[in-house]
């Protein structure tokens, strides 16, 4: 099984439904981030999370929340989707070192119609 | 503003070299990550550099020019599985990651 799982691994919605991305992991680490990823872009962080208690917006954060319901787990939700982020989405994880790798989850592929 | 630049795509044949370069502007510098992206799949690392210079890992190395702005991933001896975006990414001085596009690199034999 993946150390970094992510649920659903694709999905078809319309605009203005609400939808959760989901994330789990086993490798204990206590950093957690979503990412999105577009075609001829970079990764761009949506939002990030140290911990249980400490989340923070990335650079594009508008339209998005988050949750982080234990160590492991960090759902992104869309409270009404609209068709420009259709995207892959990555969740990640990192170990406390500001300067470790990331741990990227399969992906979730979104299209919103 | 903060930026990386590194090449869309390239094409190498199977058991040559390939150099992918990358070129980037932050503030401030906390290292340079490369991670390697099969197409439908997760990045996964391949190299960090904080410090100027090449560091090898089998048939990967990485160079890093802080003076520059520059790094480039050397990749020898191509095999058909290493066809995949790399992707470049720098760390400013809030620990924050930039990611350039990706290189999509194509093998052909």
């Known amino acids: 099984d993946a150390d970094v799982t992510q649920t659903p691994r694709n999905r078809i919605t319309k605009t203005g439904k609400r939808i959760m991305l989901e994330c789990s992991q086993t490798?204990?680490?206590?950093?957690m981030y979503w990412y999105r990823q577009d075609p001829g872009l970079g990764l761009r962080l949506i939002y990030y999370s140290f911990d249980v208690k400490d989340i923070n917006k990335g650079e594009i954060s508008d339209g998005y929340s988050v949750s982080r319901q234990a160590q492991a787990k960090f759902s992104l939700s869309l409270e009404s989707a609209i068709p420009n982020q259709t995207a892959l989405y990555f969740c990640a994880t990192r170990t406390g070192s500001d300067t470790g790798e990331l741990f990227f989850g399969e992906g979730s592929r979104l299209t919103v119609l | 503003g903060q930026n990386i630049d590194q090449p869309t795509e390239m094409t190498a044949t199977e058991g040559a070299i390939v150099q992918i370069n990358c070129t980037y502007q932050t503030s401030g510098f906390n290292g340079l990550f490369w991670y390697q992206q099969h197409a439908g799949e997760a990045p996964t690392f391949l190299s960090y550099?904080?410090l100027d210079g090449l560091e090898e890992k089998g048939r990967f190395s990485s160079f890093l020019s802080r003076s520059k702005g520059y790094s480039y991933l050397l990749l020898k001896e191509l095999q058909m599985k290493d066809s995949a975006s790399y992707l470049c990414a720098a760390m400013d001085s809030n620990y924050q990651l930039i990611w350039g596009a990706g290189t999509k690199l194509i093998i052909k034999p």
């Open positions: 550099n904080v």
């Open positions: 490798k204990g680490h206590d950093r």
